[in-house]
C-alpha cells in the first residue's frame, strides 16, 4: 500500500481554488448562531463531490458529512465555521466590510473572522476532496462536521443535544485544529492539556443615583465598581500558584452618561480561565467573594448580580491518540522549529470541541498549525517585537494563506489515514535520503490501532 505521503501527494487538488474560497469565507462572516450563509456554502460545496451524506441543520447552522468507506473504525474531524464582532482593519483586498444585526443582543455589529474559522473551515473542505479521491487508500467512516458558535461556547453542546449522534454513526476518534499566531508552516500537537477553561459573567452593580454635588445622598456604583476591579487583579496575583496558570479579566466596564449625575448602576464582563479544576474553582469562588464584599464595604444594600454568559471546559488531548498523531506527523511533515512539533505551546484560549467526545465518551486530540507569514514572524522575533504579531481575536489577524492552509489540510488528512489507513505506512520526509521502509525502522498504521 502507498504511504500517507504518497497518498496525499496523488490525492490533494490543486488548492487555488480553495484559496478563492477562503477568501470568500473571509469576506462573509457571520457571527455565532447567525452562520446561515456560511453553512449553506459550505453544504453547496460538499454537494459538487456527489459522495457525502449531509446533515443539516444540526444545533443551529451546524451540519455534518458522512463518507462510509468499508469496514473499520470512524473518524470525527471538526472546523468551526462563526465569526466575531470585529471590524477588520487588515486592509486586504478580501477583507470583510460585513455588518450584521445580532439577534441576541438587538445591536448592529462589524462581523470578522479574526480567530482563523474561515482557515479551519476551507482546510477541512480541501481534506474532504483529499479524502475522497484517496478512499481506495483508507476503509472505515470519515465524518466532518462543520460546527457554528465555538465563539460563544455553545454550538458543540447545541449539535449534540440536537441529536448529532442521533444522525451520524459515533466516532471511535474526534480530531480538531487551530490556527494560530505561531509561524506559517509549524504544525503540532501536545499531550494532556491543550486549552484552558474559560467562564464568562456580567456583573450589574446597582447603586443610589444622585447629583455629583451630593454624593452623600448617593451609593456610587462607579466607585464600588473600580474598587471591585482593582481587586480582582490580587486574586491571580496573590492566590494563585506562580507555577500554576489563571487569568482574571474585565473587558468591559459602563456607567454612567452625564458629568453631573452619579448614576444607578455600573455593568462590566468579566473572562475568568484557569487550567486545572482546582483552580478554576477556587478563582471563581474568590471572585464573587471580593464581588460581594466590596458591596459591603461600600455600604450598598443591594446585592451586585452576576450572571453566567458562557463556559468553556478544559480540553484535555489523549495521551493514546496524541501518541499515534505524533508518529504519523513526525513522518509526514519535517520535524523541529519550523515544522512539526510534539510539545507545541498550547492554545492559550479555550475550545468547547471536546465536549463532541466528552459527550460519548470518546478521546479526542486537538492540534494546531501556524499562519504567520515566515517572512513577517522571523523579524519579529530577529528584532524582539513578537508582541506586535496580531494575534486571535486582532482586527489585524489574517493567516498568509499559504503554506496554512496546506499545513491545515494536510493536518486533517494525515490524521484520518492515521487510524483509517488499510495498514498504510507513514511514509517518509521528502528531504530524507532513503525511505525508512528500506532501513527497517517504519512501523505499520493498522485499521486496527
Known amino acids: 500500500m502507498p504511504s500517507i505521503k504518497e497518498t496525499i501527494a496523488a490525492s490533494r487538488p490543486d488548492l487555488k481554488s480553495y484559496e478563492e474560497l477562503y477568501k470568500y469565507f473571509h469576506a462573509h462572516p457571520e457571527l455565532s448562531f447567525h452562520e446561515e450563509q456560511t453553512a449553506a456554502a459550505i453544504i453547496k460545496h460538499l454537494e459538487t463531490f456527489q459522495a457525502y451524506e449531509i446533515h443539516s441543520p444540526i444545533g443551529g447552522h451546524g451540519l455534518a458529512a458522512v463518507l462510509t468507506n468499508g469496514p473499520g473504525k470512524t473518524v470525527l474531524l471538526r472546523a468551526d465555521i462563526d465569526a466575531l464582532p470585529v471590524r477588520e482593519q487588515t486592509n486586504l483586498p478580501y477583507a470583510s466590510n460585513v455588518t450584521m444585526l445580532d439577534k441576541g443582543e438587538g445591536v448592529q455589529k462589524n462581523v470578522m473572522h479574526a480567530c482563523g474559522h474561515d482557515m479551519h473551515i476551507t482546510s477541512l473542505l480541501a481534506a474532504a476532496e483529499t479524502l475522497l479521491k484517496a478512499r481506495e487508500s483508507w476503509s472505515g467512516t470519515l465524518i466532518l462536521v462543520f460546527q457554528p458558535a465555538e465563539e460563544r461556547a455553545g454550538g458543540a453542546q447545541a449539535m449534540v443535544d440536537d441529536g448529532l449522534y442521533d444522525r451520524v454513526p459515533i466516532p471511535d476518534i474526534v480530531v480538531g485544529a487551530h490556527v494560530m499566531p505561531e509561524r506559517a508552516g509549524v504544525i503540532g500537537t501536545k499531550r494532556g492539556l491543550i486549552a484552558s477553561s474559560a467562564d464568562r459573567f456580567q456583573l450589574k452593580i446597582e447603586g443610589r443615583q444622585a447629583h455629583a454635588s451630593t454624593p452623600h445622598r448617593s451609593i456610587d456604583p462607579i466607585v464600588q465598581a473600580a474598587a471591585t476591579v482593582t481587586r480582582l487583579q490580587t486574586v491571580v496575583a496573590r492566590e494563585v500558584d506562580p507555577l500554576d496558570f489563571a487569568v482574571v479579566t474585565v473587558s468591559a466596564f459602563h456607567a454612567g452618561d452625564a458629568e453631573n449625575i452619579i448614576p444607578t448602576e455600573a455593568n462590566l464582563k468579566l473572562d475568568i480561565r484557569a487550567a486545572n479544576a482546582e483552580t478554576r474553582e477556587h478563582v471563581l469562588r474568590s471572585v464573587k467573594t471580593i464581588i460581594n464584599a466590596e458591596a459591603a464595604a461600600s455600604s450598598n444594600p443591594n446585592q451586585p448580580v452576576l450572571t453566567p454568559t458562557t463556559a468553556?471546559?478544559?480540553?484535555?488531548?489523549?495521551?493514546?491518540?496524541?501518541?499515534?498523531?505524533?508518529?504519523?506527523f513526525s513522518d509526514y511533515f519535517e520535524p523541529g522549529k519550523h515544522g512539526y512539533q510534539s510539545d507545541i505551546p498550547r492554545l492559550q484560549g479555550s475550545e468547547d470541541f471536546g465536549i463532541l467526545a466528552t459527550a460519548i465518551g470518546k478521546p479526542s486530540c486537538f492540534f494546531l498549525y501556524g499562519g504567520v507569514d515566515p517572512e513577517i514572524y522571523d523579524k519579529a522575533?530577529?528584532?524582539?517585537?513578537?508582541?506586535?504579531?496580531?494575534?486571535?481575536?486582532?482586527?489585524?489577524?489574517a493567516p498568509v494563506i499559504q503554506p496554512t492552509l496546506t499545513r491545515g489540510v494536510d493536518g486533517y488528512v494525515v490524521a484520518a489515514l492515521t487510524f483509517l489507513g488499510k495498514s498504510v505506512t507513514r511514509g517518509t520526509r521528502a528531504s530524507e535520503g532513503k525511505s525508512k521502509t528500506s532501513q527497517g525502522l517504519l512501523p505499520v498504521i493498522r485499521n486496527d490501532v
Open 381 to 397: 522575533e530577529k528584532e524582539g517585537k513578537m508582541k506586535e504579531l496580531p494575534g486571535n481575536h486582532s482586527p489585524f489577524f
Open 312 to 328: 468553556f471546559p478544559l480540553l484535555f488531548n489523549d495521551a493514546d491518540v496524541t501518541g499515534a498523531l505524533e508518529q504519523s
